[in-house]
T-cell receptor, first 112, second 118 residues
């Protein structure tokens, strides 16, 4: 059974810092991995999708990497802003038709 | 990215009544939709997978007679919480996936519905 772990559970940083959020998964046979953002009381916003054959994806100040063999992914946020404050969720899909398995999330606070 | 809408965004109802939540994929056709439940400070819990034109597949421990799911078209799935009780109060989120045949296979989420049962 796939298990997804996110470390740290919470992170507080001053504005402008570069930061890394970590995601690990127990079964390396994944189809793809998605990073999401969730604001309080809201749904999930898809940030980046990495296919199993890819090593990284970038969107603006966000960069996600994938090391499938070691069961790890990182989300790098450059020059953090208070508007980046949210919970970040990592989720993996085992096969093309299977469900997403979510981590517990990292609650990020960027202080002005 | 693709847009998924949910309606209503919040609902308050009396115990014993039924509540219907709609989930729509606005700019793509979703053969598969998912319904999740989220408790405060916790991650999402998958309740059921809904395939257009067929019966939903429920996760273990989720009562199918309690949570009725209908996926009548490629852009609409509904979740009806029947005879709601206070313990059903939660945040319900739907999701739609780009069809499996595409290489993208990305999943998009609705904004969620906050259900409060008095």
């Amino acid at each position: 059974k796939q298990e997804v772990t996110q470390i740290p559970a919470a992170l507080s940083v001053p504005e402008g810092e570069n930061l890394v959020l970590n995601c690990s998964f127990t079964d390396s046979a994944i189809y793809n991995l998605q990073w999401f953002r969730q604001d309080p009381g809201k749904g999930l916003t898809s940030l980046l999708l990495i296919q199993s054959s890819q090593r990284e994806q970038t969107s603006g100040r966000l960069n996600a990497s994938l090391d499938k063999s070691s069961g790890r992914s990182t989300l790098y946020i450059a020059a953090s802003q208070p508007g980046d404050s949210a919970t970040y969720l990592c989720a993996v899909r085992g096969t093309s038709g299977s469900r997403l398995t979510f981590g517990e999330g990292t609650q990020l606070t960027v202080n002005p | 990215g693709a847009v998924v809408s949910q309606h209503p965004s919040w609902v308050i109802c009396k115990s014993g009544t039924s509540v219907k939540i709609e989930c729509r994929s606005l700019d793509f056709q979703a053969t598969t939709m998912f319904w999740y439940r989220q408790f405060p400070k916790q991650s999402l819990m998958l309740m059921a997978t809904s395939n257009e034109g067929s019966k939903a597949t429920y996760e273990q421990g989720v009562e199918k007679d309690k949570f009725l799911i209908n996926h009548a078209s490629l852009t609409l799935s509904t979740l009806t919480v029947t005879s709601a009780h206070p313990e059903d109060s939660s945040f319900y989120i739907c999701s739609a996936r780009i069809p499996t045949g595409s290489s993208y296979n990305e999943q998009f989420f609705g904004p969620g519905t906050r259900l409060t049962v008095l």
